[in-house]
């Protein structure tokens, strides 16, 4: 199993920014990507970002376009999210994830968890 370890969460006012980060395990697939998932409490996990590590290209989910940006550092085995523009409606545990690439659907394919950060953007 390939292991996952987020950092940078925390709180932050709305319109406020923050960037998470995710290292990973020497495990990785070089053929998997990496990204995002969150979770409030009593919704469903949801896709948030994800990027290719030999390609660099990005996928978001559609609420989060223009505000968050993921980014990588292929040396360090490390991907960011730039998380600008924040609103309550962010507010959530934010799951680091590596695996597959579904392009139908323009998501990644969950192999690995993290075990979570918490972001909360308050009002």
């Known amino acids: 199993q390939v292991q996952l370890v987020e950092s940078g969460g925390g709180l932050v006012q709305a319109g406020g920014s923050l960037r998470i980060s995710c290292v990973t395990s020497?495990?990785?697939?070089?053929?998997?990507?990496m990204g995002w998932f969150r979770q409030a409490p009593g919704k469903e996990r949801e896709f948030v970002a994800a990027?290719?590590?030999?390609?660099?290209?990005?996928y978001y989910t559609d609420s989060v376009k223009g505000r968050f940006t993921i980014s990588k550092d292929n040396a360090k085995n490390l991907v960011y999210l730039q998380m600008n523009g924040l609103k309550p409606e962010d507010t959530a545990v934010y799951y680091c994830?590596?695996?597959?690439?579904?392009?139908?659907?323009?998501?990644?394919?969950?192999?690995?968890w993290g075990q979570g950060t918490q972001v909360t953007v308050s009002s």
């Open positions: 990027i290719t590590w030999s390609e660099g290209r990005t």
């Open positions: 020497a495990r990785t697939f070089s053929t998997w990507a």
């Open positions: 994830a590596a695996g597959p690439i579904n392009g139908a659907r323009a998501t990644l394919v969950p192999g690995s």
